[in-house]
């Protein structure tokens, strides 16, 4: 069997490549030894923001019951076949994009066999490219009893809300999933080795602990976990009891065997590319989760699946990272994109001074923006509904290197809660005349 390209692993790099590539003309083969989606559509993203969703608005139900005097009652096991279907529909549209496209798919566990070939059981995949998207694994914590807890992989696939849940981790998935069992009915104990989203800004992190303890979240941070029992963690801050232990502690790249052999540098973190996403083998790629780059993102594995196809089809980018934008998927939800680092001023509007945050009937959030010394936007973070939104403007600002004069003086609709960008910017210039002063 003989290729143009030969695409190892079918998540979100690795499908999205072999799409484009296909209907650039390419004929692809693409290996996969799970199921097409990867971790974004089977085990992360996808299950973890319908759970989000669910949890959201059944907290949001039975408040509104509560209010009303109504009585709620929530079938729940409807909402993980839910989940399954949605998982089962993208990870089969995703084949049918790939076939459609003229890409071939091959099941099964790839080993790099050369810089040309790689083996799948006893067949050999030729290939003038080889495009390594292989992703990533859960951390294990180096921790005795650690068979006793499961993956934030797995925790997203459970069948039923545990009645007590403790969630090792201090990081996004953590935090995520410590809320979303408590808003389902879990109570949840989150242990976290260090602050809780320590990358926030003091405001951010202050509001979403807020909220997790306003949903019984009990959070214990800079404890170290000693022990895991069948049922308890032990801790040097105490031991905490929990029907499921789950560890979400970050993550490990899967290099594929044979790599050694044909001599691919990766360090801990992963594969080493250059922006052009070329390892250190000529006609060896690597794309995704899989490279050595700290923000694990599936958008990520988007941008980086498109350059490759492009430069693989005869074209000439580059990777540029600038202002990536990241999105906690918790109530509030928390947006962040740039570089804290660089920030030398904030400026901030909240959205309770925000007409259609007012009218939506919002109790918090509010826009920040991080200013270098010359004015330019460095970085944002928005808390609060249409977070996830609201960052994509501000991600295209920091892309761009626009001055907030820029933004300041631009019109953007009213009423919306993006106007809270702008008046973030107005605040620079004293201008950002609806808020209270
Ligand atoms: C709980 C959770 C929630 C998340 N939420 C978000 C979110 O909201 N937004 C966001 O942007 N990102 C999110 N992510 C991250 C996102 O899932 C990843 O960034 C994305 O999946 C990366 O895609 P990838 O293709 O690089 O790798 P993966 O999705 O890991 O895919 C790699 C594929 O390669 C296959 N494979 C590996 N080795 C081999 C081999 N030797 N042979 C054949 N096949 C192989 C694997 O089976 C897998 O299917 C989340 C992750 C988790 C765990």
């Given at each position: 069997m003989k290729y143009d390209v030969a695409v190892i692993g079918g998540g979100t790099a690795g499908y999205a490549a072999s799409i484009a590539l296909a209907r650039r003309g390419k004929s692809v083969a693409l290996i996969e030894r799970n199921r097409i989606g990867g971790v974004c559509v089977n085990y992360g993203c996808v299950p973890a923001i319908f759970l989000y969703d669910v949890s959201f608005l059944y907290s949001r139900s039975v408040e509104i019951a509560n209010y009303k005097g109504l009585y709620n009652e929530i079938e729940l096991d409807n909402f993980f076949q839910k989940r399954d279907e949605i998982i089962e529909y993208l990870s089969s549209a995703g084949r049918k994009l790939i076939e459609n496209a003229g890409g071939e798919i091959i099941e099964g566990e790839a080993e790099l066999a050369s810089r040309n070939a790689v083996k799948v059981g006893s067949t050999v995949v030729e290939a003038d490219k080889v495009v390594l998207a292989t992703g990533t694994s859960p951390k294990r914590p180096n921790?005795?009893?650690?068979?006793n807890a499961i993956s934030e992989d797995e925790a997203t696939r459970l069948n039923y809300v545990p009645a007590s849940m403790v969630v090792i981790g201090g990081g996004v998935g953590a935090v995520e999933l410590a809320q979303i069992y408590a808003r389902l009915g879990s109570s949840v104990t989150l242990v976290s080795r260090s602050k809780v989203l320590k990358f926030l800004t003091d405001n951010a992190r202050r509001i979403l602990l807020e909220s997790l303890d306003f949903d019984g979240v009990k959070v214990v941070e800079e404890a170290s976990v000693k022990r895991i029992n069948c049922c308890s963690v032990q801790t040097d801050k105490g031991t905490f009891e929990g029907d499921v232990i789950v560890y979400a502690v970050g993550r490990v790249s899967n290099?594929?065997?044979?790599s050694d052999h044909v001599g691919i540098k990766y360090d801990e973190n992963g594969i080493l590319v250059n922006d052009k996403l070329?390892?250190?083998?000529?006609?060896v790629y690597a794309i995704g989760d899989?490279?050595?780059?700290q923000a694990k993102l599936a958008h990520l594995a988007y941008l980086d699946a498109m350059v490759l196809a492009v430069n693989l089809t005869g074209g000439n980018e580059r990777v540029d990272y600038t202002g990536v934008p990241m999105v906690i998927y918790t109530d509030p939800m928390v947006a962040v994109a740039g570089d804290r680092q660089k920030v030398k001023r904030y400026v901030s509007f909240p959205f309770n001074a925000n007409t259609r945050a007012i009218i939506k009937g919002l109790r918090e959030g509010f826009v920040t923006l991080g200013l270098d010394d010359s004015g330019k936007i460095v970085y944002a973070e928005v808390v609060g509904d249409g977070a996830e939104e609201l960052i994509g403007i501000a991600s295209l600002a920091i892309r761009k290197g626009i001055q907030v004069r820029e933004l300041a003086f631009t019109a953007l609709p009213h009423p919306s809660l993006s106007e809270a960008l702008v008046n973030a910017a107005r605040a620079y210039f004293d201008l950002d005349v609806d808020s209270l002063k």
């Open positions: 921790v005795e009893g650690v068979e290099i594929p065997k044979g070329e390892t250190n083998v000529p006609g899989v490279i050595n780059r």
